[in-house]
């Protein structure tokens, strides 16, 4: 191969069981959980910066705002499923919700899934994705879908990409 060719990645054949997991209603974490069982999260970062101006936009933000960028991999059994990537603006961080600032380890979905005043606005699918892993870990391709939440109006923007493993085990 050249030099700065891109490398070719062998498309993910979609079995029939991943339609479920790519439209899954609830927590991604507990269906994984119910599954395979035993479920680590893995934090590879939390951090706040600037998001991305196309995500303020998916969130209904009219400019580019301030935010805590998180990013996990779900794994089982040292099979990582899913890459996880998460954008929760400042002005969705206040009052009660202050302590998602340092959410850590802890699965997101779960406590999305069960306050009350939380609503998923929006599910879609984007099919596949070729993914840039963080940590140097080079490139993945993923099929993936994201998801908005508002919490208490405030919204949180979430993408999730079955990684190969996942794919080919459902």
Not at 15 to 37: E, M
Not at 54 to 65: A, T
């Amino acid at each position: 191969m050249l030099a700065g060719a891109p490398r070719r990645l062998h498309r993910l054949k979609q079995p029939r069981g991943i339609r479920q997991w790519l439209y899954h209603p609830g927590s991604l974490t507990q269906a994984l959980r119910d599954q395979f069982g035993d479920i680590q999260v893995e934090k590879l970062q939390q951090q706040c910066s600037l998001l991305p101006f196309q995500d303020c936009i998916k969130m209904g933000l009219r400019s580019r705002q301030m935010g805590i960028e998180r990013e996990v991999f779900l794994q089982h059994q040292g099979l990582f499923l899913v890459y996880a990537k998460t954008f929760m603006p400042m002005t969705t961080l206040v009052g009660e919700n202050r302590h998602m600032r340092y959410w850590d380890t802890k699965p997101l979905g779960h406590y999305l899934f069960t306050n009350p005043r939380v609503v998923r606005s929006c599910l879609s699918v984007n099919g596949e994705v070729v993914l840039s892993l963080p940590s140097g870990q080079g490139e993945a391709l993923a099929l993936q879908r994201e998801s908005i939440f508002l919490l208490a109006g405030r919204p949180i923007l979430i993408y999730e990409n079955y990684l190969r493993p996942m794919v080919e085990v459902v």
